[in-house]
Each structure stands twice: as C-alpha cells, then as structure tokens.
C-alpha cells in the first residue's frame, strides 16, 4: 500500500487475481455481446499497445484503468475474427470520470494529477476561498479513456456510464 493510501485510509481492492479499480469492457463492446460472441482466444488482450486488457473470471477481456489509459486506437477490434466490437469509428463508450471521497482535495491536500494529465481538458480545478479547490468534470467533453484514473494516487477517479 502507498504512503498516501495508508495517510488516508484508502487501499485498491483485489479482484480475480490483479489489482483493478473498477472493472470495465472494452471499447466498442458491452456486456451482453461479449457473453454471447466472445471466445476467450485473448487476441484482444495481445494486441492492446497500451497493455490495459487483461483475462476476466472467465478468460474474457476485461481493461484496467489502473495501469494506463485507452487511447482508443483500436487494435483491440482489428484482431477480434469474432463479432464481439462494434465499428470502431463509433463512440467507444458512454463512460465519464467520477469523482469519489478519496479525492486529495476533500482532505486539504493540493493534487491536480488528474486535470494535468487529461487531453481532452475536462477535468478543471476550481480554486476556492477557504479550501485547497475542487476538481468538476465536464461530462460532455470527457472520453473515458481512464488517464486521470491510472494516475490518481488514491484511487479517487472511477469511470461510469453516463447514461
């Protein structure tokens, strides 16, 4: 566990054999799509240059956030001979960042991690009178690629579906 983590009680939880934050699908699949149509061949997971896709319980793919972010270059889709992904040039997800109590900020330490590292910008921090500030998430720019998620020291950030 981190020094940070230990400072403020907050610990990645241990699933299925590696540490993940949230478990997640990858881009341009869903759920029930992966039930039916993958194979577990694990192409996916060796094409992924970002190495974020990783076996779930039953050999399927799932992606950690902790480890790095999607860039969304589709490898994973070009290798699938199954129809588990959707066209690619599609939106790869209805997911956005999430900002939880372990945030840094609510306990009156100063960390910005997450809004230097989005590309996108949006993620912003607000300074405010009285406290250190608070980060807002602008939900109709952010892509849910995870890069604010895998360098929160606290495991704050979580991304959900917006929908």
């Not at 194979?39 to 956030?65: H, R």
């Not at 972010?69 to 070009?78: I, L, R, W, Y």
């Not at 892509?143 to 579906?161: M, Q, R």
């Amino acid at each position: 566990m981190s020094l940070i983590s230990r400072l403020i009680g907050t610990k990645p939880q241990r699933q299925s054999g590696s540490w993940r934050r949230d478990e997640q699908r990858p881009p341009w699949t869903d759920e029930a799509t992966i039930r039916k149509h993958c194979t577990s061949c694990g192409d996916c997971i060796d094409a992924c240059p970002e190495s974020i896709l990783f076996k779930g319980v039953a050999g399927t793919p799932v992606l950690s956030f902790s480890s790095g972010q999607c860039t969304f270059c589709g490898a994973c889709a070009e290798v699938c001979a199954e129809s588990v992904f959707r066209d690619a040039t599609e939106v790869p997800w209805e997911l956005v960042a999430t900002l939880g109590e372990a945030c840094l900020l609510l306990s009156g330490v100063s960390c910005r991690s997450c809004v230097d590292v989005c590309d996108e910008e949006a993620l912003h921090f607000e300074l405010r009178a009285g406290s250190v500030g608070a980060i807002t998430v602008d939900s109709n720019t952010c892509t849910g690629c995870g890069a604010c998620a895998s360098i929160c020291p606290t495991a704050a950030i979580t991304l959900k579906s917006n929908s």
